[in-house]
């Protein structure tokens, strides 16, 4: 009697909310596919004690930061290239110019952009697709997906070869040596383009301070700021701090100009990233 009352109330709740969608508010899913009467009712009698253990594990085990990294990431991923062709030219960077050949992919029908398409890195004149040219070799050939909507159920691809990169950084970029210091790892990352604030400081090779807890708020990629700073925050998540060990060349720019550098040896920069992206 008592199954059969339950089984009945099952049946009512399952009929009611059979064409309501599920809020979900965990950072897990459990596959639960209603294949007939017997496997609905399950699914509401089994899913809470389930659902109950999982939470006491993730709780006992520390789980639920590593989750919600997995689940941001998974946020972030709007941008997605597959490498054709390495090149073996100058790299791309944040904030430079750069002379692409693109093709634009929609519905199986490939556009051909204008052959000549330039581009800066991180404007708002096509952000995305240039965001996914960073890393690339002059010469070089990729194609690169992106997230037509929020809900990445569908995307724009595009081919691309870097014909030129105009306005080339110093061959000691490829010397920059990040280090991080990963206090939030869940936060929105910082992309070219981005407008934000951050306090930093510069030490020589000895540790000597040139200039300490100084802050400046600047768009990257604008090169406004020395390209050791700029490059050095590409990634960096709010709250997080960063140690970036510099050659003398790249601590050039208005912002410090009046500093006088090592010339020889390299230099320590402190990184904090202080306020909330802004797009």
Do not use: W
């Amino acid at each position: 009697m008592i199954l059969t009352l339950a089984s009945a109330f099952i049946i009512t709740i399952v009929y009611i909310n059979k064409d309501k969608p599920e809020k979900r508010e965990k950072l897990y899913e459990i596959n639960a596919t209603h294949g007939g009467l017997t496997q609905m009712i399950a699914s509401y009698l089994v899913r809470p004690i389930l659902e109950s253990a999982l939470d006491r594990y993730i709780e006992k085990h520390g789980l639920a930061e590593y989750l919600e990294e997995i689940t941001q990431q998974k946020e972030e991923e709007m941008i997605n290239f597959y490498e054709i062709t390495e090149g073996s030219g100058s790299k791309v960077f944040c904030g430079q110019e750069v002379l692409l050949q693109m093709y634009k992919v929609s519905n199986n029908l490939a556009t051909l952009l204008p052959t000549d398409v330039n581009l800066k890195i991180g404007q708002d004149y096509l952000k995305e697709v240039s965001l996914g040219v960073i890393g690339m070799k002059e010469g070089g050939e990729r194609v690169v997906t992106i997230a037509a909507d929020d809900n990445k159920m569908s995307f724009n691809s595009y081919y691309i070869k870097l014909i030129e990169v105009k306005d080339k950084y110093p061959d000691s970029v490829n010397n920059l040596m990040i280090f991080n210091d990963l206090i939030n790892k869940t936060g929105k990352r910082v992309k070219c383009g981005d407008e934000i604030s951050v306090q930093y400081s510069i030490k020589r090779h000895n540790g000597e301070y040139i200039i300490k807890d100084q802050i400046v708020q600047f768009k990257v990629g604008d090169k406004k700021i020395p390209l050791a700073i700029e490059l050095g925050v590409v990634g960096m998540r709010a709250g997080n701090k960063r140690t970036v060990l510099s050659p003398p060349d790249l601590l050039t720019g208005i912002l410090i100009k009046e500093i006088d550098f090592d010339e020889e040896n390299i230099s320590i920069i402190d990184l904090s990233l202080n306020s909330t992206i802004e797009k």
